[in-house]
């Protein structure tokens, strides 16, 4: 919006609304007290309230006309004409010029420069009264009169304009930013309330991994290790009348319950399993199935073919773990009488397939229960969070074999 005068404070609003009043009334106390004809005075005095009854109505009166440019161009015309009148009669009106021109400044450009030129005609006029008009070298004074008032005031008109201009262009500037400045604060205020909930369900999410990895532990060591313990312990039982069977029986539990706990607590941890801190995955592999035959009188054979290569340490648990799940499993349902455990270097990936003779299954009917389901989910879940894939083929009297297969860490220098 343009800044009027009215804008710039109280004392401007004062000077607008009253000064030209009050410079009036002071024309007229002069036109009093000088000397003049009756007739002559209550013309000039009628004139002076024209001037006032103009300036009421058009401004006073009506504040909604003081920024109507039709309105203000017909206030400024008449007091041009009235004054132009008064002055021709008596020169000492062209004193309320000023008046004029806080309205004249007041209009929109080009209005403002047509109406300040015909206001300093006025006083140009009434400075020029006495000049001698007759002969070109009269009028050539009252030209420059005219101009030196017009000049300056139309010079004053232009720069009010421009700065106007400028402060719209400023206010302008102002709004832009501010509406920017609302516009990121919204977007702030947005960006914090995601970035809460993304907090929020970083932290379910986390909470909710470390539950399945909790899980995924305790059903792979405490819970496989109950169930060997509970195995030699009812072996122990029936083997009771022969001390060499029972022995060795709860040796094998307490072994087993050692082991367990062991485990237990690096899980808590989130630690790797202790065999593969102390050799390789082949060689955990190795003694895993070792220690699972001894327990379950099974024959395993462990095979390691390819390359060997250093491999991501969530990759060595993942296939270890399978490979322990797996074990357990032919010991719980396969009835088998071997086992082959393969681990497989290839090109892009590391393959672990553990083959049984046991009585399989029918893999399309295969419910998740307590005692199976969540290991083979469990199972799953490790390998595809590691990009890999898992296969179970089996059928019934067929025997089993189970493929688990992992992307095959960057290339590094095999193993020996």
Known sequence: MR???????????VVITVGPYVLLAIMVLFTVISDRAGGMLVLDLSLCAVVAGW??????????????????AVLVGGLVVILM????????????????????????WP?????????????????????????????????????ANMIPMGGAAWFSWRN?????????????????????????????????????????????DERQRMAREIHDTLAQGLTGIITQLQAAVQASQDPAGWRRHVDAAVSLARESLTEARRSVHALRPESLDTGRLSEALADVADRWSNLHGITVQVTTTG?????????????????Q??????????????????????ADEVALDVRDDGAGFDPTALVETE??????TAMRQRIEGLRGTLQIESEPGAGTAISARVPAASTGASLS
Do not use: C
């Open 55 to 72: 300036m009421l109505w058009f401004f006073t009166l009506h504040p909604a006309w003081r920024d109507d440019t039709r309105m203000l």
């Open 371 to 376: 005692t199976g389901g969540f290991g083979l």
């Open 307 to 323: 390359d060997v290569r250093p491999m991501r340490s969530e990759a060595e648990v993942a296939l270890l773990r399978t490979a």
């Open 325 to 346: 799940e797996a074990l357990a499993n032919v010991a719980k349902y396969a009835g088998a009488s071997r086992v082959g455990v393969t681990l497989s270097f290839l």
């Open 3 to 13: 800044a009027q005068p009215e804008d710039m404070g109280p004392r401007w609003s």
């Open 85 to 108: 009148v008064l002055v021709f009669r008596d020169p000492w009106f062209g004193a309320f010029t000023p008046a004029a021109y806080l309205y004249a400044f007041r209009l929109k």
């Open 164 to 208: 106007a201009q400028q402060n719209d262009a400023r206010v302008a500037t102002l709004d832009e930013l501010s509406a920017a400045n609302r516009k990121l604060e919204a977007t702030l205020h947005e960006n914090a309330g995601l970035q809460e909930q993304l907090m929020t369900q970083a932290r379910e999410a986390g909470v909710l």
């Open 111 to 147: 209005w403002r420069l047509a109406s300040v030129a015909s206001v300093a005609v006025v006083a140009g006029t009434a400075q020029a009264y006495t000049v001698e008009k007759d002969d070109f070298g009269g009028v050539l004074i009252y030209v420059a009169i005219v101009a």
